[in-house]
């Protein structure tokens, strides 16, 4: 009911993003269409060389499509972002089942019908065009349902590099823990994988006219099940056994270094075990995890648990927001500790060359040449409160184009590499300076303070008297500085976040007996 | 009238090797024209190869195959396999296509129009004996000797002056088979083409053929006309008459 809502709410985006996904899976099955028969064709007639073909698109159907993206995306020519590389990848998905029912079907064709072919006086190519390829027919359009349904399926994932489709709604509702929103985009998913797979089989069985089997539902129901069951999957957390503390982080670096000092701090200074369950998610997802009890400790931002967790009003004053949060925490239970010390604002960044070029220092002087540029946001940005509707409202942006989409990981990369102008990235970040980017300052205060406050269950520091001792002792410690460092550290020198940790806290040990 | 006009077909000290092993060892044949020959061996004698050497499907390792006086290595192949009909053993008619599109095959190879080809089409379903509204059945809905006929309709479309047939009756009950016999020399006496009948049925080739030559170890152990061959002493001939005997089929012959 509440999906109904949702879909009958934001008609006008989800037909956008259905069109989206049929051109994507359209466009790419028949771009394979006319690749995969013709070598299919080649690998039938030479065994030899077909061999290595079809191990060639079997290895290329292993790859992981999500790692596919990904070494696509720095490509030249097919590189970039959204549809092409959406198109290319779904092209490379889509030719392992063409080429292979290609020459299954080919070699099938019985040996007494080619033999009778050539008896009559065919060329090779009339044998091919009026006996193999008319009988091979059927079987080839069986590839082809199989490489559209698969399509349909790995479509979704497209959103992740913005070439927008129905994954839109799967991620979006994967970041917000939403599962409306989830399922907005995996039911019509499946079901769209159903109409064409049962589009095509109609195909199929007109074509074979008599010899119909009854395989049908077969193929479909499998990415039904793939796709739902991943979506929720990816939602639902184990329970780890008791007696431990257990400290959380979402799923980026410097949650996972935050992680480690939390759990490296209490380690060394209580002795209790700590469990780590870093790497949880999204906000919403290592804040259900504290209340549900599967963790009992992780950094959060004072601004994001205000505006996305309390869903307040965007608010700028520090001391105001540390206080509307901690409020908001006790009631559930849960209590704010001090501040770590730094304050991971979300970066407007551009380019250090466009930045040096152009004189840009505010985000505000970035306003005039952005009507040339085509920003890029991630999925969490663009939803929430204090994201992409208030920063355009606040500074009356006009982008050339509608933002691109895109997952947090690639976002910097894309600007690095000219894909997108302008993107929201995080202050702390390491790949700042990696990528010679110019973060512009928020001269009018939009963004709200994002204060890193460890945020625990007030249960187990009750419990553990000892635990809330270490954990305060880390107020204040942590520079922006120091965790641009720590970021730089694991992103760029591919440093183990546990490592960096570990040496971060020998430093502040050494700082606090010499200091005093 | 020289002895190479009247000839067809003629093959000439004809060699062919298969993977190393020879498989016919100089066979000689010369066949005139509207004669059926019937080729007559055990399986795997060669009698296919020799089929397929006349319409230019192999090529004699040594020798030479002569089709209407011309070496089938200087014929162009298609033109030669559209000019010689072709019943397979297994008929192989094409299943997604209609009988008259089956029968038509050659015909639109050879590039006829349509109407012509309509007009053939309904001719050779009458010269083999099938209605005329089994044009646009499929081969899958048709009984054993309706397939043998729509190939033989097939392999005739174009009226080729040659016929050649790969056990065309051996997969059928006894009954059609006598049928189709009456039915091939009626059509044989209709169209007057040359024909080549391989068989391992000897009775087949008493039945059907003007002359029979037996194929043994790649080579022609004998040819002659069918009452000639039954007296022959030939010890690669005899076992293959003897069934023959059995049946009463030569009585007549038994004492001369």
């Known amino acids: 009911m509440t999906l109904f809502r949702f879909l009958s709410s934001h008609h006008a985006e989800f037909l ?46 292993t790859i992981p499509s999500l790692a596919m993206f990904g070494f696509l995306l720095p490509l030249p020519y097919i590189g970039g972002l959204g549809a092409r590389v959406a198109i290319v990848v779904l092209i490379l998905y889509a030719l392992l089942p063409i080429i292979r029912t290609t020459v299954a079907g080919i070699r099938g064709v019985d040996p007494v019908l080619t033999e009778a072919g050539r008896a009559l006086g065919m060329t090779p190519r009339q044998l091919l065009t009026q006996v193999e390829l008319p009988l091979a027919l059927p079987t080839i359009v069986a590839g082809i349902r199989v490489a559209a349904v698969i399509g349909v399926g790995t479509a979704t994932i497209a959103a992740a590099i913005g070439a927008g489709g129905l994954g839109e709604y799967i991620f979006r509702g994967l970041s917000m823990v939403d599962p409306t929103v989830i399922l907005a985009g995996a039911v019509p998913a499946a079901l769209l994988a159903l109409a064409v797979d049962g589009l095509l089989f109609g195909a199929e069985a007109w074509l074979k006219r008599r010899r119909a089997r009854s395989s049908r539902m077969l193929p479909a129901a499998a990415v039904l099940v793939i796709v739902i069951a991943a979506a929720f999957a990816a939602v639902s957390a184990a329970r780890p056994p008791r007696e431990a503390i257990r400290v959380g982080s979402k799923n980026f670096t410097e949650q996972i270094i935050l992680g480690e000092l939390l759990a490296q701090t209490i380690e060394r200074d209580t002795g209790i075990t700590v469990e780590r369950r870093l790497n949880l998610g999204g906000t919403f997802i290592a804040d259900r995890a504290l209340r549900a009890g599967d963790i009992d400790v992780y950094i959060e931002y004072t601004g994001t648990a205000d505006t996305a967790i309390f869903r307040n009003a965007p608010e700028t004053d ?34 250090g060359d466009d930045a040096r070029r152009l004189g840009l220092r505010t985000i505000e002087d970035a306003v005039p040449p ?37 997952d947090l990981s690639l976002i910097y990369r894309a600007l690095a590499d000219r894909r997108v102008d302008l993107i929201a990235g995080d202050a702390t970040s390491g790949l700042i300076a990696a990528y010679d980017l110019a973060m512009l300052r928020d001269n009018r205060r939009y963004f709200p303070p994002y204060d890193a406050v460890p945020v625990a269950r007030a249960a187990t520091l009750l419990r553990h008297p000892e635990v809330r001792a270490a954990l305060e002792s880390l107020a204040g410690r942590i520079g922006v500085e120091d965790m641009r460092r720590m970021n730089y550290a694991v992103d760029v020198g591919r440093q183990d976040p546990s490592a960096v940790a570990r040496d971060f806290l020998a430093r502040l040990e050494r700082g606090r007996t010499s200091k005093p | 009238m020289s002895e190479s006009a009247r000839e067809v077909i003629a093959l000439r000290d004809v060699h062919v090797a298969r993977g190393g092993l020879p498989v016919l060892r100089g066979v000689t044949l010369d066949v005139a024209a509207a004669e059926t020959v019937a080729l007559v061996g055990r399986s795997g004698s060669g009698k296919t190869t020799t089929l397929k050497l006349i319409n230019g499907l192999l090529m004699p390792a040594r020798g ?33 296509l209609p009988v008259a599109g089956n029968i038509a095959v050659v015909p639109r190879l050879l590039g006829w129009p349509e109407p012509r080809i309509a007009a053939r089409v309904e001719a050779l379903l009458e010269l083999v004996g099938l209605p005329a509204s089994i044009a646009t059945r499929w081969p899958g809905e048709l009984s054993g000797g309706q397939r043998q006929r729509v190939g033989v309709a ?74 000639a061959l039954a007296s022959s002493t030939d010890p690669r001939v005899r076992p293959l008459l003897e069934p023959l005997f059995e049946a009463g089929a030569l009585i007549g012959d038994r004492g001369r």
Do not use: K
């Open chain 1, 16 to 61: 956008h993003l259905l069109l989206q996904h049929v051109m994507l899976v359209g466009w790419s099955t028949f771009a394979a269409i006319l690749v995969g028969i013709p070598v299919g064709i080649v690998a039938a007639r030479r065994p030899r060389l077909g061999a290595p073909i079809v191990w060639l698109a079997n290895v290329v159907q």
């Open chain 1, 318 to 351: 520090p001391a105001r927001v540390l206080d509307r949060v901690r409020a908001g925490y006790a009631a559930a239970g849960l209590t704010v500790l001090p501040p770590l010390g730094f304050d991971n604002t979300f970066a407007i960044l551009v380019r």
């Open chain 1, 370 to 406: 952005a009507r040339r540029w085509t920003p890029g946001f991630g999925y969490e940005f663009l939803q929430r409160a204090d994201g992409y509707p208030g920063l355009v409202r606040t500074y009356g942006f006009r982008f050339a184009a509608p933002p691109v989409a895109m």
């Open chain 2, 64 to 96: 030479s195959v002569l089709v209407e006086g011309r070496d089938t290595r200087e014929w162009p192949p298609y033109a030669l396999r559209r000019r010689i009909g072709y019943v397979l053993q297994e008929i192989g008619l094409f299943p997604h």
């Open chain 2, 154 to 227: 097939r392999a005739l479309a174009a009226d080729p002056p040659i016929l050649l047939m790969d056990e065309p009756f051996g997969a059928l009950d006894p009954m059609t088979r006598a049928e189709l016999h009456r039915e091939f020399r009626r059509i044989q006496a209709n169209v007057r083409c040359t024909v080549i009948l391989v068989t391992h049925d000897m009775a087949e080739a008493f039945a059907l053929a003007t002359r029979i030559g037996v194929i043994a170890d790649g080579t022609l152990a004998a040819i002659d006309a069918p009452r």
